[in-house]
């Protein structure tokens, strides 16, 4: 009797000491999560990786890798200190070059990200194959090239990578503005600092384009009076039927989010909020800035009428291929979709008035001449 019981005792005890080391082995390696500050297998503490794993943004499937490389990129150009535009230049540029995918291989030498060529003075093969490196030596060309602001993004990423097919950066503009929406942290256009080795470009930069760089966004947010998401008190509406049906439509989005790609009704971008506007007054008019850029008639910009689309560069356009539009609504003020953080707010005219380079009268009387002053100068300047 004595040995059975030493038996049934020897056998718990080989039991408590089995669940003693599995819970000796699972509390270590709860620890292990603790100090790794993330919980395996993509747990509640994981966000799959620096770009968050698998989406789809913009309408595109991306899968984790592409997110990491589009989230580096952005962030790369962050901390140079550069506007959301050198972002969309460069995602644009992997993207048609790699398909933002690091690879080891490609055109003769071309490798990584970008398909940089070590024979060309890109760096070495280790070095662009290292998406930091090969981001930061692109920033670095790019910003060195005259002008590169005002360029269409697509001219740019040419300029810089002087492919044997130039056009086929601009079409992977849209795609890239959406990937740089989704990673961008902090102000659109960064102050940069004196040490900042891009500090003369980027000053540039902000002298041209001091604008938000979303999409097709990007106007100059000058200091006012007014409240830019309420009507000014003693605001007067278009007496013309169309006119202020479209004026009107647009106004009641003010406050609205900035949704790249919507036409409505919970949200806009820029041209889509033109297009709910003049449908609302049963008036089509195209989608899209580049199509809307020849809706309607011209007009001279010194005698806007009311409903009038008004186009200036904005991050992604140039003079002749602007990006943004908004809507004159009267009383010296324009409507439009700003960006992902402002949303749909009213802007002075005169904060407008050196950067427009087309104005479209789409239905109504025409308008007439404004009274002589600075703004009018200014307005003059640009031409129907």
Same mark, same amino acid.
């Given at each position: 009797?004595?040995?059975?019981?030493a038996t049934i005792a020897?056998?718990?005890s *080989?039991a408590?000491l089995?669940?003693?080391?599995?819970?000796?082995?699972m509390?270590m390696?709860?620890?292990?999560?603790?100090v790794?500050?993330?919980?395996p297998?993509?747990?509640?503490?994981?966000?799959g990786?620096? $770009?968050?794993?698998?989406?789809t943004?913009?309408?595109?499937?991306? #899968?984790?890798?592409?997110?990491?490389?589009?989230?580096t990129?952005?962030?790369?150009?962050?901390? &140079?200190g550069l506007?959301r535009?050198?972002?969309?230049?460069?995602?644009?540029?992997?993207?048609?070059?790699s398909r933002?995918?690091?690879?080891?291989?490609?055109?003769r030498?071309?490798l $990584?990200?970008y398909?940089?060529?070590p024979?060309?003075g890109w760096?070495?093969p280790?070095q662009?194959?290292?998406?930091?490196?090969?981001t930061r030596?692109?920033?670095? &060309?790019?910003?060195?090239?005259?002008?590169?602001?005002?360029m269409?993004?697509g001219?740019?990423a040419?300029a810089?990578? &002087?492919s044997?097919?130039p056009?086929?950066?601009?079409?992977?503009?849209?795609?890239a *503005?959406a990937l =740089?929406d989704?990673?961008w942290v902090g102000?659109d256009?960064?102050?940069?600092s004196?040490?900042n080795?891009?500090t003369s470009?980027v000053?540039?930069v902000?002298s041209?384009f001091?604008c938000? !760089?979303q $999409?097709g966004?990007g106007?100059?947010?000058?200091p006012?009076?007014?409240?830019?998401?309420k009507l000014?008190?003693?605001?007067v509406?278009?007496?013309d039927p169309a006119?202020?049906?479209?004026v009107?439509?647009a106004?009641?989005?003010l406050?609205?989010?900035?949704?790249w790609?919507?036409?409505g009704?919970?949200g806009? !971008?820029?041209s889509g909020?033109?297009?709910?506007?003049?449908?609302a007054a049963g =008036?089509?008019?195209? *989608?899209g800035?580049?199509n809307?850029k020849?809706a309607?008639?011209?007009?001279n910009?010194?005698s806007?009428?009311?409903?009038d689309?008004?186009?200036?560069? $904005?991050?992604?356009?140039s003079?002749? #291929?602007?990006?943004?539009?908004g809507?004159?609504?009267?009383?010296?003020?324009v409507?439009?979709?700003y !960006?992902?953080?402002t949303?749909?707010?009213l802007?002075?005219?005169s904060d407008?008035?050196d950067?427009?380079?087309?104005v479209?009268h789409?239905?109504?009387p025409?308008g007439?001449p404004?009274?002589?002053?600075?703004v009018?100068?200014?307005? *003059?300047?640009v031409?129907?």
């Amino acid at each position: 009797m004595d040995q059975k019981k030493a038996t049934i005792a020897l056998a718990l005890s *080989a039991a408590v000491l089995t669940f003693l080391a599995a819970a000796f082995s699972m509390g270590m390696a709860m620890l292990s999560v603790l100090v790794d500050g993330a919980l395996p297998g993509g747990g509640c503490g994981g966000d799959g990786g620096l $770009g968050g794993g698998s989406q789809t943004i913009g309408g595109t499937d991306w #899968n984790a890798e592409q997110t990491d490389n589009a989230a580096t990129i952005v962030n790369i150009v962050a901390q &140079r200190g550069l506007p959301r535009r050198a972002a969309v230049i460069a995602i644009s540029t992997v993207i048609v070059e790699s398909r933002l995918v690091n690879v080891g291989h490609g055109d003769r030498d071309s490798l $990584g990200l970008y398909q940089q060529r070590p024979s060309q003075g890109w760096g070495t093969p280790e070095q662009v194959l290292n998406p930091d490196y090969a981001t930061r030596i692109f920033l670095d &060309r790019l910003v060195a090239l005259p002008g590169w602001a005002t360029m269409a993004p697509g001219t740019a990423a040419q300029a810089v990578q &002087r492919s044997a097919f130039p056009d086929r950066y601009a079409p992977q503009e849209a795609p890239a *503005a959406a990937l =740089v929406d989704r990673f961008w942290v902090g102000p659109d256009n960064p102050l940069p600092s004196p040490t900042n080795p891009a500090t003369s470009t980027v000053q540039q930069v902000a002298s041209v384009f001091a604008c938000a !760089d979303q $999409g097709g966004a990007g106007v100059p947010l000058a200091p006012s009076n007014i409240d830019p998401k309420k009507l000014p008190p003693g605001f007067v509406g278009p007496s013309d039927p169309a006119q202020r049906a479209a004026v009107t439509y647009a106004l009641a989005q003010l406050g609205k989010p900035y949704v790249w790609g919507a036409k409505g009704p919970n949200g806009f !971008d820029c041209s889509g909020l033109m297009l709910a506007a003049w449908a609302a007054a049963g =008036v089509p008019i195209p *989608a899209g800035t580049v199509n809307q850029k020849n809706a309607g008639t011209p007009a001279n910009p010194a005698s806007i009428a009311p409903g009038d689309l008004v186009f200036i560069p $904005g991050s992604l356009g140039s003079p002749t #291929n602007p990006r943004h539009v908004g809507m004159y609504v009267g009383n010296g003020l324009v409507v439009n979709a700003y !960006d992902s953080s402002t949303g749909v707010i009213l802007q002075p005219l005169s904060d407008w008035a050196d950067k427009i380079t087309h104005v479209r009268h789409i239905a109504g009387p025409a308008g007439v001449p404004a009274p002589a002053g600075p703004v009018t100068a200014a307005l *003059a300047e640009v031409g129907p």
